[in-house]
């Protein structure tokens, strides 16, 4: 456990508010001619997923905590929850709606490594790779002469069925780079 200052707060810290971890998200500090400044603050939840807005006194000191990461590769899915391995072939499961978001990318035995944050012994929170190389499954043929200005077109992603607009160019078969933190096709991988 540290010791922080609500000023010197950060994206990517993590406090304890509450008994609970909560990550910061947004700090940003106000400051009032007649008042004190104060710190808003934007916090998820580590355990419950729960997103608050919270303010503090400049100087407030807060519990910090320090998590542990380790990599590993998301291996299979099991109701209701996500199974990643580490190097060691030591399984963690992840509850399936702490990670809804990241779904839409998990296949089986990929692998991409994967950062899976812990606390106190339980596996919390997952983070992808910036960018994943995934299959298109299905996608429209170009249509040849199509001057409507049209540049994008929907693409199925192979096993995860999850859709998003790719390039004209992209194919059936191809594979694609996505970038995980925008959810956006970023090109065709050769």
Known sequence: MSVKIASELQSGNVIIVENSPVVVQKAQISKSGRNSAVV?????????????????KADEKLEGVMLDKKECTYSYSAPPNHVFVDAEFNQYEIDAESIT?????????MTDICEVTFYEGRSISV?????????????????????????????VLKHTKHELQV??????GDNIEIDTVTNEFKRRCT
């Open 40 to 56: 808003k603050v934007r916090t998820k939840n580590l355990m419950t997923n729960r997103v608050s807005e919270l303010i503090f």
């Open 167 to 172: 390039s004209a160019f992209v194919e059936i």
């Open 127 to 155: 983070v992808l790779p910036k960018t994943i190389i995934r299959e298109v499954e299905y996608t429209e043929p170009v249509v040849r002469g199509d001057t409507s200005g049209k540049i994008s077109k929907t693409a």
């Open 101 to 109: 978001d990241l779904e839409k990318y998990l296949i089986p035995d």
